[in-house]
């Protein structure tokens, strides 16, 4: 294939962004979920300090790298609208529901502090939608799928991660609606209807992520109750995965995503605030332009540094449990 062609080509792509930006959000409106989302990352963290294993923090930075990259992959549904993983139900599946939350956030941070996506002001509310609230939902899996056999374990993690997107729509179109972006009546129901096909994608891709891992290593899984030996080369072949996945993103849907969908389609699209600095905007190396390869190369990039982050964090805190 001619290259010249293909960058082209490429270069009339818009990475869709994937998070509420700045400007969609009164003041009073982001800093109440601010406070919020603090709380409960403070909660988080205690709780993660107390319950926190060893193999545990490889595992965290693995889910944070896996899921970093795999929200770059948007997939198309219904009306020229895109959607993309969140997560959170497969985090709090392999890790529990706390550490699930701060895995989230950790990636949530790095998205909007390097690559531009979603805003910082808003990024209370944002860490909120799509981490705190799918975490939660993932907590449900311990208890509904307790002791019942492989496939019934995977149905009640694919409807779990389908609620957590529609949870998370929710919560975001109640935000615009208190914020007076957009009326309620017009916001919520919109949000909900494109969220709901979002979330059978969100589904499917936990399941058939939480079913690789029961398979090859069911001791990862923080439900099982099967606990298996061995070394920690899952570590290397998890980063191997992620990393891969980053390297498909090129693949990813151009169609809005569905809080862009709708911002475009209720026509409050251009109250977005324009970010304070660009380091990696729109997942785009700067000096390598709007290409495969740099789009490659910021997934690749972004999924180590989320990595390293949440794995910092998991050590940090089992380092004040030990010392406690």
Not at 53 to 81: D, H, K, S, W, Y
Not at 128 to 151: C, D, E, I
Not at 230 to 256: H, K, T
């Amino acid at each position: 294939m001619n290259i010249a062609l293909l960058t082209r080509l490429w270069e009339e792509v818009v990475v869709p962004r994937m998070h509420i930006p700045d400007g969609f959000l009164s003041m009073p409106v982001a800093l109440i979920f601010w406070v919020i989302t603090v709380a409960l990352l403070l909660l988080a963290i205690r709780k993660t300090q107390q319950q926190l294993g060893e193999r545990q923090i490889p595992l965290m930075g693995v889910m944070a790298a896996f899921i970093f990259a795999a929200q770059m992959i948007n997939f198309p549904i219904a009306g020229g609208t895109s959607g993309h993983l969140l997560g959170g139900v497969l985090a709090a599946v392999m890790l529990g529901p706390w550490a699930g939350m701060l895995v989230m956030a950790c990636v949530i941070i790095v998205q909007g502090l390097l690559f531009q996506d979603g805003g910082l002001l808003v990024m209370g509310a944002n860490i909120f939608n799509m981490g705190l609230v799918t975490a939660a939902l993932g907590s449900l899996y311990h208890g509904l799928a307790a002791r019942q056999s492989k496939g019934v374990r995977l149905v009640v993690a694919g409807v779990l991660a389908w609620l957590s997107v529609v949870a998370g729509a929710l919560f975001t179109a109640l935000q615009l609606g208190f914020s007076g972006t957009s009326p309620f009546a017009i916001v919520v129901p919109a949000m909900l209807g494109v969220h709901m096909l979002i979330g059978i994608g969100e589904g499917l891709i936990t399941m058939a992520a939480l079913a690789f891992v029961m398979q090859v290593r069911p001791d990862l899984v923080a439900a099982e109750a099967v606990r298996t030996g061995g070394g920690r080369g899952w570590v290397i072949v998890g980063l191997v995965i992620a990393l891969f996945v980053a390297v498909l993103s090129p693949i990813a849907s151009a169609d809005p995503d569905g809080l862009e969908r709708v911002a475009i389609d209720m026509g409050f699209e251009e109250v977005a605030m324009t970010p304070p600095y660009e380091l990696f905007p729109d997942y785009v190396i700067p000096f390598l332009g709007e290409t495969p390869l740099s789009t490659i190369l910021a997934g690749v990039i972004g999924a180590l540094v989320v990595a390293l982050v949440a794995f910092a964090v998991g050590r940090l805190l089992r380092q004040r449990a030990a010392a406690a």
